[in-house]
């Protein structure tokens, strides 16, 4: 966990006068929590190539630079976010999938955003194999979109637990091996 010291908190303050202190630091965790889970799913895309399975790549958000000082820069967004990851299993068919984590006990539905849903739903008509990679405390999950995207049909809520998804729990070995569940089974469509 990244650690702050009080005048690098005290500068946080100052920089965000109108924001709510403890409010930027759960901000700040929860960013550097989705980096890492994003870093293990990385290390399992570089297992799925080595075996030759898939080439799957994080994707970078649309920006442009509008100002450089130093070793910082200030940007925009130029368009809308597609999802996390995507790329192509061996045989050619795409897969395109979003990442979320959390540190609490339940995911919500609104993690994944409506433009990350549209993204998601027009890969899934064009073909793609379609999920939501999912990080709730220390376990890994890969969510087909089809469940994510019926959520509140399929258990009546719009958040899902541990216990929701036991079935689409994936394995874990120093990467997350997102296109294998536990029970030795794959995730449909690979």
């Known amino acids: 966990?990244?650690?702050m010291t009080v005048y690098e908190y005290r500068a946080l303050i100052d920089e965000n006068r109108n924001a709510d202190g403890e409010q930027i630091l759960r901000n700040k965790k929860s960013?550097?929590?989705g980096r890492a889970f994003e870093s293990l799913l990385m290390r399992g895309c570089n297992y799925y190539r080595q075996?030759?399975?898939?080439?799957?790549n994080k994707?970078?958000?649309?920006?442009?630079v509008t100002k450089k000082t130093?070793?910082?820069f200030s940007g925009r967004f130029t368009g809308r976010a597609e999802p996390d990851f995507k790329g192509v299993l061996y045989g050619g068919r795409a897969i395109a999938f979003e990442a979320k984590s959390t540190q609490k006990s339940r995911i919500q539905r609104n993690a994944v955003t409506d433009t990350q849903m549209e993204w998601l739903r027009e890969q899934k008509d064009f073909g793609a194999v379609t999920f939501v990679a999912v990080n709730i405390q220390d376990k890994f999950y890969s969510v087909p979109f089809d469940v994510w995207d019926g959520m509140k049909n399929i258990y009546g809520k719009k958040f899902l637990m541990p216990?929701?998804?036991?079935g689409y729990e994936v394995k874990y070995d120093g990467a997350v091996r997102?296109?294998?569940?536990?029970?030795?089974?794959?995730?449909?469509?690979?």
């Not at 994707?59 to 442009?64: A, R």
């Open 59 to 64: 994707v970078n958000e649309p920006y442009i």
């Open 1 to 3: 966990m990244e650690k």
């Open 163 to 166: 216990e929701d998804i036991a």
């Open 31 to 33: 960013a550097a929590r």
């Open 51 to 56: 075996k030759e399975v898939a080439i799957i």
């Open 70 to 72: 130093g070793n910082k």
């Open 178 to 190: 997102f296109l294998e569940y536990e029970d030795g089974t794959r995730v449909e469509g690979v």
